[in-house]
């Protein structure tokens, strides 16, 4: 299974339109958050970097809102 890793500012929102992108998504996690927006950027960043994996595109909402970092596991894209 290969891993990616994105931002949010709504998690449950996100995961149900991921899950409609991936098949088999499983191992959802929420890995740090609420952040500035910075802030999860670099860990999304670091954590990438760390495991070695892809990352989601960024959200285009504000910056002030509280941004939180996640993951998950997949098989296939849709």
Known sequence: MAT???ITTDPEMQRLYLEGMFQS???WRIE?????KAAAQQRKRYLATWRG??????????????WYVYSF????HK
């Open 53 to 66: 994996c892809e990352t989601q595109r960024d959200e285009t909402d504000g910056s002030n809102a509280h």
């Open 4 to 6: 990616r890793i994105g």
């Open 32 to 36: 740090a958050g609420p952040l500035t």
């Open 25 to 27: 998504l499983d191992y």
């Open 73 to 76: 596991k997949y098989d296939v």
